[in-house]
Nanobody
Framework: QVQLVESGGGLVQAGGSLRLSCVASGSIFSINVMGWYRQAPGKQRELVASIAMVGSGSTNYGDSVKGRFTISRDIAKNTVYLQMNSLNPGDTAVYYC????????????????WGQGTLVTVSS
């Protein structure tokens, strides 16, 4: 079993910063990609950022966060981080960690795994 555990959410004023962390734990054989999605009340879940956990670590960002958010990784710790700067009330959402292709030591199957989410609230 593999789990993703997020941390770092909270309340911050507009213009402030937060750093989210997501740790993957369990019987992990490999993780190809990890990323962050968010879902605001009444809205669909959207991609925030993703990063390859192999190779050069190519990244991908949602248009609304480009230039403000930075995703990074620690491969040895199976951890990804999301540095969020210049936050505005529109960033208020539950942020979910996502690993779409996780292989465990017990199976050749790829698993799509989500974390439980962490709430980020940005006040104006």
């Amino acid at each position: 079993q593999v789990q993703l555990v997020e941390s770092g959410g909270g309340l911050v004023q507009a213009g402030g910063s937060l750093r989210l962390s997501c740790v993957a734990s369990g019987s992990i054989f490999s993780i190809n990609v990890m990323g962050w999605y968010r879902q605001a009340p009444g809205k669909q879940r959207e991609l925030v950022a993703s990063i390859a956990m192999v190779g050069s670590g190519s990244t991908n960002y949602g248009d609304s966060v480009k230039g403000r958010f930075t995703i990074s990784r620690d491969i040895a710790k199976n951890t990804v981080y999301l540095q969020m700067n210049s936050l505005n009330p529109g960033d208020t959402a539950v942020y979910y960690c996502h690993a779409p292709a996780v292989r465990t030591t017990a199976s050749l199957t790829y698993f799509d795994i989500w974390g439980q989410g962490t709430l980020v609230t940005v006040s104006s």
